[in-house]
């Protein structure tokens, strides 16, 4: 391919580009200098570009989205054992980790893990930072730091993680929530660790109202279907306003409820236009250790709730840490994990796909800035994928990713000059 590395306006001609609906259609694509596309569609006059490039016979995806990782926590898996292999385990290992992580090793960490998402055609991401006694204020104000220095790169959100332990003060996290929720573009929390819900969803809800920033909970990470905290907050999502603008991670005790008491809850998701993100990595690994038999899969109702129309999208959640001991960055393997995992049909690959890019931009607020269309940032992947099933089933063999109109990656699968033999 032409060096298209210099943020020149050029155009892409040929190629099969995914549409908003998982379709696809033979298209051109002119980036303009500016990083965004001026055009998208068939027969474009590109007479103008700087320069055209023939891609015929390859497939054009929008950028794979991650809604929901922690970059604050990425990379430290060798200095934070967790023996047990628990979420609890997880926790209070990297808790004492986060007492002596100072700045440097944190931009270092998620550095190294933001350009190995980049160049695997991973173009936003949505990071939790914790935010509490142990951690501080080192993660949340490193990371907006990165954010700002990765922006014509990557689009990085945060999310400002005011994690309760055991024994927290309150009176902490409310001295200190709005000041982490300025570094934020959203606010967040995992109400099933704190020692009373609802006054600390209320605090949550509360932060984010003020000063109008969406709200994403890590919810019922567990399996424990008599304690789950679902509707509590859905009625403060409703009571709140935040309709349109609240994500549920995990929400894992979907999968322990009965399947009647699961059509209710999805119901009210549907209604109150809830996003969901599952984790499959981390809820694969730490969930359902204690069982005797048949230990649970550890995941939510990830096929249903697609089924039933609930905007629903995976993620990576923790990189080689903890809470998930491996990961590459890459969201196709998230999404083959997630469709395996979560028991999607083979005739659903394309909702897989959908799961890495439409979903979480709609989650994680894109709107108009994301997709192939006019005006949008200029963030796409381009493969030797004959289809979208294709790409998710086995993935490219050959990949250019671009970000903001930029070549910023390609690879290519060594085949070790092997031949057809006739």
Same mark, same amino acid.
């Given at each position: ?48 570009? /700087? ?37 609890? /385990? ?17 931009? =270092? ?22 935010? #509490? ?7 949340? =104000? ?24 055991? /024994? ?62 679902? #509707? ?28 009647? =008491? ?10 109150? #236009? ?58 196709? =393997? ?34 108009? #800035? ?53």
């Amino acid at each position: 391919m032409a060096d298209l590395t210099s943020g020149q306006s050029f155009a892409l001609t040929g190629g099969a580009v995914i549409q908003a609906d998982g379709s696809q259609a033979v298209s051109d694509i002119i980036v303009g200098v500016d990083g965004r596309f001026v055009a998208v569609g068939p027969g474009l006059d590109t007479r103008s570009c /700087g320069a055209c490039v023939d891609i015929t016979g390859m497939l054009v995806s929008p950028g794979f989205l991650d809604a929901h990782q922690h970059l604050d926590k990425t990379g430290v898996l060798r200095f934070t054992p967790n023996p047990s292999g628990t979420l609890q /385990g997880a926790r209070e290992a990297f808790a004492k980790y986060a007492r002596t992580a100072g700045p440097d090793d944190i931009r =270092e960490r998620a550095m190294r893990t933001i350009k190995r998402c980049l160049s695997r055609g991973t173009t936003a991401i949505r990071s939790h930072v914790n935010v #509490d006694k142990d951690a501080g204020f080192y993660g949340i =104000e490193t990371l907006a730091g990165v954010r700002h220095a990765v922006k014509d790169d990557i689009t990085l959100q945060l999310v400002a993680f005011m994690t309760p332990h055991p /024994g927290q003060d309150f009176d902490w996290l409310a001295e200190n929530i709005d000041s982490a929720v300025a570094l934020a573009d959203a606010v967040g929390g995992t109400p099933a660790v704190s020692e009373d819900p609802p006054r600390y969803l209320d605090m949550l809800f509360t932060a984010a109202v003020k000063v109008g920033k969406p709200v994403d909970l890590h919810l019922d990470e567990h399996l424990k279907a008599d304690v789950h905290l679902l #509707d509590a907050a859905l009625d403060r999502v409703e009571r709140f306003g935040m309709q349109g603008r609240t994500v549920f991670s995990h929400v894992s005790v979907l999968s322990a409820l009965p399947r009647t =008491e699961f059509h209710r809850i999805a119901e009210r998701l549907l209604a109150l #236009d809830v996003g969901v993100v599952t984790l499959p990595a981390a809820n694969l690994y730490l969930q359902g250790r204690d069982a005797e038999m048949l230990p649970p899969r550890g995941l939510t109702r990830v096929a249903e709730l697609y089924r039933a129309g609930i905007n629903i999208a995976t993620a990576s959640d923790n990189i080689q840490d903890p809470f998930v001991p491996t990961g590459s960055g890459d969201m196709l =393997e998230i999404a083959r994990w997630t469709l395996l995992a979560g028991h999607l049909r083979g005739d659903e690959l394309a909702a897989a796909h959908r799961m890495i890019t439409t979903a979480p931009a709609r989650l994680m607020g894109l709107g108009k #800035d994301y997709g192939l269309v006019a005006g949008a940032r200029a963030d796409f992947i381009v493969t030797d994928c004959i289809d979208t099933d294709t790409l998710v089933a086995g993935g490219p063999d050959r990949t250019f990713v671009f970000s903001k109109g930029r070549l910023v990656s390609q690879s290519a699968t060594d085949t070790f000059g092997l031949k057809e033999v006739a």
